[in-house]
């Protein structure tokens, strides 16, 4: 199933110059803003002198970014409790899935996969700045099984990774504690110089 069959796609918004931050502003998503962690209970978006804005450029819970620009070309989905409305601001596009045929999470989870990474290393554009072209990802075709399927792919995949970071850590502490096991045994083991022997 193409991207574009499942989900309005809508490039985000194109600041004229720098942008100006501003109390009385409108609230804005950079790409600078989405970390690989994904940690959007820590976004506060910032807000800026943009003037009238248009509503197909604000993103809000349900919606998907997408980084169109940059050596990470991945998705993220705006968690339900998120308690913002922001405009995109280009690179950044903004996709509004279809909810009665395809989760959000589920929908920046297939974009992030490698079959996917794949489609966008063979088709971005420039060298010292990769892009990936609105139509690229439009053309993108990803699976699709039931609601049911999806969110048991999405909680696997959750629990996956929440075992390969314990794996992380747990080698990361038998790595502290061979360590200090080997330090202790070579002072220990120390060689001492008996008293005299440089007289």
Not at 35 to 54: A, S
Not at 129 to 150: H, N
Not at 161 to 167: M, V
Not at 169 to 183: C, E, F, N, T
């Amino acid at each position: 199933m193409r991207i574009d069959e499942i989900c309005e796609i809508q490039s985000g918004y194109t600041a004229r110059g720098r942008l100006s931050p501003s109390p009385l502003g409108v609230p804005a998503l950079q790409l600078r803003d989405l970390t690989d962690r994904e940690r959007w209970d820590e976004i506060e978006p910032e807000c800026f002198q943009l003037g009238q804005m248009k509503e197909r450029y604000f993103a809000g819970p349900g919606d998907v970014l997408f980084r169109s620009r940059g050596a990470t070309n991945t998705a993220s989905a705006i968690p339900a409790d998120w308690a913002h409305l922001a405009v995109a601001i280009l690179p950044l596009i903004l996709l509004k899935p279809d909810v009665s045929r395809i989760r959000p999470a589920f929908l920046a989870w297939s974009i992030n996969q490698p079959f996917a990474q794949l489609h966008f290393d063979r088709r971005a554009r420039g060298t010292s700045m990769r892009m990936v072209p609105r139509g690229v990802l439009a053309e993108l075709e990803i699976d699709l099984p039931d609601l049911k399927t999806q969110d048991m792919i999405l909680e696997t995949s959750r629990l996956s990774e929440e075992a390969y970071a314990l794996e992380q850590k747990s080698a990361a502490l038998r790595l502290s504690l061979s360590r200090l096991q080997l330090s202790a045994a070579a002072k220990l083991h120390q060689i001492t110089t008996p008293k005299g022997a440089d007289a």
